[in-house]
């Protein structure tokens, strides 16, 4: 089976821009979860969606936003980039369809760097 | 609210040697627990999880960890380290029901294996 893909891996933008991050979980899969991993701050969760739903939000500003499609892949969008959004952002997928217990498969994630 | 804490952000061990990762969690229902493992450049891989099943949990690459209520601890160990086990370490803990898919980290333990 194939794992938690993310596109792209590697993204150069500068403050002020708008920028869309990609996430096709493990097939079967209906929830996906998105965190932010930085030095300062480790890793952070933003939001989870399962079955086209945000059903967990982190404590994140309004600029941080997500959405799923039907077939469970995921997308963030960040608008009005900051330098401190700099960071290795994380797609996790789980069957999770209770919630509590399921394992997270994590993608190998998109490194965002603002300057 | 839950919380999870690693002690020491990085432990040096000599090859052979008893690797043992330190995570205290707080949480007022009963968690479900977690360690996971990242390589440079890579994605979280599941070591091994606790679900309120056996409290000593057996995980991939020789690795254990033990659930104890009293001490509100999963302290991961291994009894001989290996020079591949070099990584960054993450403990986390997550919910029962709807609050599943939302996982909440420690600030990780970067072990580092001496020849």
């Known amino acids: 089976k194939a794992g ?49 739903t945000q059903r967990n939000k982190g404590n994140f500003p309004g600029r941080f936003s997500g959405r799923q499609f039907s077939n469970s ?3 963030m969008n960040v608008s009005t980039l900051e330098l401190g959004d700099s960071a290795l952002y994380l797609c996790a997928s789980s069957l999770s369809s209770s919630g509590g217990g399921d394992t997270q498969y994590f993608g190998p994630g998109t490194r965002l760097t603002v300057l | 609210a839950q919380s999870v804490t690693q002690l ?9 040697a008893l690797v043992l990762l330190r995570c205290n969690y707080s949480s007022s229902v009963p968690p479900y627990l977690f360690w ?5 450049n890579q994605g979280l891989q599941l070591l091994l999880k606790y679900t309120s099943a056996a409290t000593l949990v057996k995980g991939i690459n020789g690795f254990e960890a033990e659930f104890k ?3 509100t601890s999963f302290h991961l160990t291994k009894p001989s380290a290996h020079m591949s086990d070099a990584a960054e370490y993450f403990c986390a803990v997550s919910s029962p029901g709807g609050q599943g898919g939302k996982l909440i980290f420690g600030q990780g333990t970067e072990l580092s294996v001496k020849p």
Request: hydrophobic share 25%.
């Open chain 1, 4 to 52: 938690v893909t993310q596109t792209p891996r590697y993204l150069i933008k500068t403050r002020g821009q708008q920028v869309t991050l990609s996430c096709s979980p493990i097939s079967g899969h209906r929830s996906v979860s998105w965190y932010q991993q930085t030095p300062g701050q480790g890793l952070q969760f933003l939001f989870e969606y399962f079955s086209e």
């Open chain 2, 36 to 40: 996971y493992v990242q390589y440079p």
């Open chain 2, 69 to 71: 209520k009293s001490e």
């Open chain 1, 73 to 75: 892949r995921s997308e």
């Open chain 2, 8 to 16: 020491g952000s990085h432990v040096s061990v000599s090859e052979g």
